[in-house]
């Protein structure tokens, strides 16, 4: 379970492949046609920005937040950003209510983002953990797979309450 | 059928090819001087001794979890107490890389807030919580195997408001540790 997902969320960076071509032609051609479907099939993912829809990974009681601002980048916020966003969906009972307009930092991104080994690692889907101000998770548990690059981005709180690391 | 195929032998030559530059990567970090931790672990409870720090506990963390090996828990009284924890750890990583040339520090975050503060050094996390964040985040519950995790509806804001603090007197609490 755990090792199909790894395998499914890191890529192997383009390099890769000039060492493959020429160590084997018929594991090329094989490589070359996986390559074209991936090009062709698969969507080419953008960043976090106005109006795009994440999933809440906390016990919260938010379900869906919409960006309204990406407080990093010009372009939009990506693995490990911090952004503002106001709930859209929430669970009654809960600790925010719709309408709130609170802080998040980006868990899951569907944007690849780049390890220090070349590999990639990207997820399926666009996921957001809530914090106040001060960078304080409000829930507190966080659900799902959370990549270990947030340790350098010092989110280690986020870190500490998650129960899958990937 | 045959694209499955295939995808598996990619795979299997991806990890493959990634080997090796895992163990370069982990010999050239090991050339870099890195065998000194910024804290090692009994350091960092003679600090929280000296600091009285209330219910240490140190964790270890299970196997699967590559980014820590030890997880340490302090309780500080206040929140200038939760402040005073992590500069005083800060202190002794400054004490203990006097004289070189360049110093390599340990990241810490939460600091302007002071409810719970962590400082990152390495393989060792230590957690300076508040009594009532310590209290709302469970961290015992989520990182110790084997035990119930009943969640709690509770507040942040709540939660985190200033009351007056449970271990009133200058004497230090029981440890558990």
């Known amino acids: ?166 | 059928m045959l694209g499955v195929i295939g995808a598996g032998t990619w795979l299997r030559y991806s990890k493959a090819l990634l080997q090796p530059w895992k163990v370069g990567f982990s010999s050239l970090s090991a050339v870099d001087g890195r065998k000194h931790h910024l804290l090692d672990l009994q350091e960092i409870e003679t600090v929280l001794t000296d600091v009285k720090a209330d219910n240490v506990k140190v964790i270890p963390v299970p196997k699967h979890c590559d980014w820590a090996d030890f997880m340490v828990l302090a309780t500080g009284r206040s929140t200038w107490h939760v402040k005073n924890i992590a500069q005083a750890l800060i202190y002794k990583a400054k004490q203990k890389q006097r004289g070189v040339e360049r110093m390599m520090l340990p990241s810490v975050e939460g600091q302007a807030g002071g409810k719970w503060i962590v400082i990152d050094s390495g393989k060792v996390i230590v957690h300076a919580l508040d009594e009532k964040a310590r209290a709302y985040y469970n961290l015992e519950g989520l990182w110790t195997p084997g035990t119930i995790q009943n969640e709690r509806e509770e507040d942040l804001q709540k939660a985190l408001v200033k009351v007056r603090r449970k271990n009133n007197s200058k004497k230090p609490a029981q440890k558990n540790a």
């Open chain 1, 1 to 166: 379970m755990a090792a199909i997902f790894a395998s499914r969320c890191s890529r192997v960076g383009r390099s890769l492949f000039g060492g493959l071509s020429n160590s084997s032609p018929g594991l090329f051609t094989t490589l070359h046609e996986m390559t074209c479907k991936n090009m062709f099939s698969q969507q080419q993912r953008t960043f976090i920005q106005m109006r795009t829809v994440l999933k809440v990974v906390d016990n919260s009681g938010a379900k869906k937040v919409m960006c309204i601002q990406a407080l990093k980048g010009k372009k939009g916020a990506r693995l490990g950003d911090t952004i503002i966003a106001s709930v859209k969906e929430a669970h009654p009972n809960g600790k925010v209510k719709k309408g709130k307009v609170v802080y998040g930092v980006v868990v899951r991104a569907a944007m690849q983002k780049g390890r220090c080994d070349g590999s990639e690692v990207k997820f399926d889907d666009n996921a957001v953990v809530l914090v106040d101000k001060q960078g304080q998770p409000i829930g507190t548990r966080v659900f799902g797979p959370v990549p270990h690059e947030l340790r350098q981005k010092k989110h280690v709180k986020i870190l500490t309450l998650a129960g899958h690391i990937a």
